[in-house]
Structure formats: structure tokens, C-alpha cells
């Protein structure tokens, strides 16, 4: 261990100048990973109101959530390579268009049918915030600075979800749940001005990336790599359960529970403040020992939350403390774990830093996707959140425990390049 440390501190020393700054990296990349949940945690408190709206059943307004989580998951495996290719800022333009267009498409639409597609399609071009934003920090930083970028870009991450029910909440009350529509809009010019004016390009245009068999051995290259996969796996069950989690919190706590769309959108700054404290914690601790030394502990809290879950929804008749309370646990442990297991999942492929990106982005909300669709074959949403989370809390420890054995790849690729 004390080898592979002073190997990784000396290729530290061994990078070049940074094109743009940890903060200027952080912002940029909070900002632009942030409208994926921001969208989804805006709409979640009217989907009640929209069932009412089209005249619908529930299943047909969740689908809005599968399909949009779909957009998203098999959208990064398209514009994470583009990226590689084309380039960041170009490709994050294009895509930012379609959801620009996705949006207004929503804004208007005039049947359930047409709000599922517009929904799809958001989901589509929020993808590349999250595949860009973190092949951007591969591109520049990596080891610990890149764990305390993906860090911050966590804090700030947790700021937009935290905000967006209650905002989305106080927006429906005010001015109906078109008006969400126009909020995302917003939210979209806002992330294109800033590709325009603040992200600076970080990779060099090379199409030979995006040629088929190019793609094909790139994705090859992640699938045969159990380093990855497994990286991917605890991501999946983690930061994926948050997702999950979104597809039915909303009937559970309104519904259930009898929470209005305002009070639902407050109640959720609890999960979200958990989040909060634990990426704080997180970086004070991360100083003194590291990234790796804090996912085991993270682990512990999602363990605790997934049996609270399991348990406790069994038990007893649904209240706002017994849902949140154990979600709130989960979500701390969960800040704990994604900076390191992310930073992990980047390193070994440099050259294919969009791929990868994309790639554990795909397993990331494709967890939420098929975490959501079993949430809805279960019926009951309390039955479902106590079951579907805490399996997925089981397949992230288990990953774990498979993928702390294993060896770094990471190490000679970076000595070869160095």
C-alpha cells in the first residue's frame, strides 16, 4: 500500500498545468450534473396533480419517470464517446438543445402521451451533463484531486435536488405544473451559456474515437474490465437507489402519508440534507485519510438505512420520520462512496474518458430505471421502497467487498503515460 501511495504521489507531481482551476472544474461540473436531478426532483411533486390533469392512471404519469430515466441511461452511452470525438463543449451544445426542445415540447404538451415522449427526450439531452462534467475532471485532474473535485461537485450536486421539490412544490401551487416546464427551460439556457462562455475544451478533436469498431473495442475494453464493472456496481446500488427512490416517495408521502406538493417538497430537503452533511464530512475527513479509507464507512450507513427500510415499512404504518429517517441514513452513506468509487471507475481508461463516464453513467440511472419499473410492478409504493432499496444496498456491499480485492489497473497505464 505504502508503494502504490508514493507511485500515485509522484505521478501527481508529473501532470501538467490544469487548463482550468478545481473550482472553476467544480461549479462547472455541479452545474451541469445538477439538471439531471434537478428535472427529475422538479417534476416529482405534481405527478398526483398531472394523474388528475390527463385523466390517467399512475402507472401512465411513472412512466414518465422510466422513460426519462432510459433517456438518460442510453443517451450517455452515445454522447460520452461523441464527446471523445467531437469534442466536450460541442457535444454538450447539441444535446442541451434537446432538452431545450424536450422542454417546451412538455410545456405544451396536450395528452399524457405526448408528455411521456417529451419526458423521454429530456432525459436524453440531460445525459451529457453527467458524462461530460466527469470525463472533463478525468481529462484534467486525477487521484485525490480528482476525488475532491467529484466531491464538491457532489456538494453542489445536492444543492439543485434539495432545492428543486420545493421549489417545484411552491410552482405548482402558484402557477400550475406547466409552469415547472418553464423553469426547466431556464435551467437549460443557463447550462448553455455556461458551455459558451465558461467550459473551456479539455480534449482534442480525434473522430477515429467515435468509428464503430472504435466504439465497440472501447466499450469491450469497460465490460472486460471487473475493476470497472464493479466500481459501477456500487455506484449503481447507491447513488442509483436515489432514483429509485424518486418513483415512488412522492405517492408514498402524498398520498400515504398526506403531505401537500409544498410540504413534500420541504420534506425532501431531509434526504438531501443528509446528503449534504455526509459529502461535508466527507471532505474534512478525506484530507486526513483519503478517499478509498471513507467508502467501507459509507457502506455501514447504507447498510443501516436499507434494514431500517426493510424492517421498520414492514412493521409499521408509513409516517414522514419512518420513510425519511431511514432514506436520510442511506443518502449520507452515499456521499461517502461516490467520490472515491467514481474517481476509481475513471482512472485505468484516460484515452476514453467520455465512454467510461457515459458507461457508469448508464449503470448509474439505469439502476433508477429498472429500480423504478420494479417499484411499479410491485404496486404497493411501501412495499416497494422497502424491498427494491435495500437489495440494491445489498448488490453496492457486495461489489464492494468483490472489487477491494482486486488490483489497481490504474497504476502501470499511469506509469506508462507518465
Not at 483519503?290 to 408509513?318: D, H, K, N, Q
Not at 465512454?355 to 411501501?382: E, H, I, K, N, T
Request: hydrophobic share 55%; with cysteine.
Amino acid at each position: 500500500m505504502n508503494m502504490r501511495s508514493d507511485l500515485s504521489q509522484a505521478l501527481d507531481l508529473v501532470e501538467t498545468a490544469p487548463i482550468m482551476s478545481e473550482r472553476r472544474v467544480s461549479l462547472i461540473g455541479g452545474l451541469m450534473v445538477a439538471i439531471g436531478p434537478i428535472s427529475l426532483a422538479l417534476f416529482t411533486p405534481a405527478m398526483p396533480e398531472i394523474v388528475q390533469a390527463f385523466d390517467t392512471t399512475e402507472a401512465a404519469v411513472k412512466m414518465t419517470l422510466s422513460l426519462y430515466f432510459g433517456g438518460f441511461a442510453f443517451a450517455q452511452l452515445v454522447c460520452g464517446p461523441l464527446s471523445d470525438g467531437f469534442g466536450r463543449r460541442p457535444i454538450t451544445l447539441a444535446f442541451m438543445a434537446i432538452y431545450l426542445a424536450a422542454s417546451v415540447l412538455a410545456l405544451m404538451a396536450p395528452n399524457i402521451e405526448t408528455l411521456v415522449v417529451a419526458r423521454f427526450l429530456q432525459g436524453v439531452g440531460a445525459a451529457v451533463g453527467v458524462s461530460v462534467a466527469r470525463a472533463v475532471v478525468r481529462d484534467v485532474f486525477t487521484h485525490e484531486r480528482s476525488a475532491r473535485i467529484m466531491n464538491m461537485i457532489g456538494i453542489l450536486l445536492a444543492l439543485g435536488p434539495a432545492i428543486a421539490p420545493t421549489l417545484g412544490g411552491l410552482t405548482m401551487e402558484l402557477f400550475g405544473w406547466h409552469a415547472i416546464f418553464v423553469v426547466m427551460v431556464l435551467l437549460g439556457i443557463v447550462v448553455m451559456l455556461v458551455a459558451i462562455f465558461a467550459l473551456r475544451e479539455t480534449v482534442t478533436r480525434d473522430l477515429s474515437r467515435i468509428r464503430p469498431a472504435a466504439l465497440i473495442t472501447s466499450y469491450g475494453s469497460l465490460f472486460r474490465s471487473p475493476y470497472f464493472v464493479l466500481c459501477c456496481l456500487v455506484i449503481a446500488g447507491t447513488t442509483g437507489a436515489i432514483y429509485t427512490q424518486a418513483t415512488v416517495l412522492a405517492f408514498i408521502l402524498m398520498e400515504r402519508v398526506g403531505l401537500t406538493p409544498t410540504q413534500f417538497g420541504v420534506g425532501m430537503l431531509m434526504q438531501t440534507a443528509n446528503f449534504m452533511a455526509g459529502a461535508i464530512v466527507m471532505r474534512i475527513c478525506m484530507k486526513r485519510y483519503g478517499a478509498a479509507r471513507m467508502v467501507p464507512v459509507g457502506l455501514t450507513f447504507v447498510a443501516i438505512g436499507s434494514i431500517a427500510l426493510a424492517i421498520l415499512l414492514r412493521s409499521y404504518e408509513p409516517t414522514f420520520l419512518l420513510v425519511m429517517v431511514p432514506v436520510g441514513i442511506y443518502a449520507f452513506g452515499i456521499a461517502m462512496i461516490s467520490p472515491a468509487m467514481m474517481t476509481a471507475a475513471m482512472a485505468p481508461f484516460p484515452e476514453n474518458a467520455g465512454a467510461a463516464s457515459a458507461m457508469m453513467g448508464f449503470f448509474q440511472m439505469g439502476a433508477g430505471m429498472v429500480g423504478g419499473a420494479a417499484a411499479a410492478l410491485m404496486g404497493d409504493p411501501v412495499n416497494a421502497l422497502a424491498t427494491v432499496i435495500p437489495i440494491m444496498g445489498l448488490i453496492a456491499i457486495l461489489s464492494w467487498l468483490v472489487w477491494r480485492r482486486l488490483p489497481e489497473p490504474s497504476l502501470m497505464t499511469r506509469l506508462k503515460q507518465a
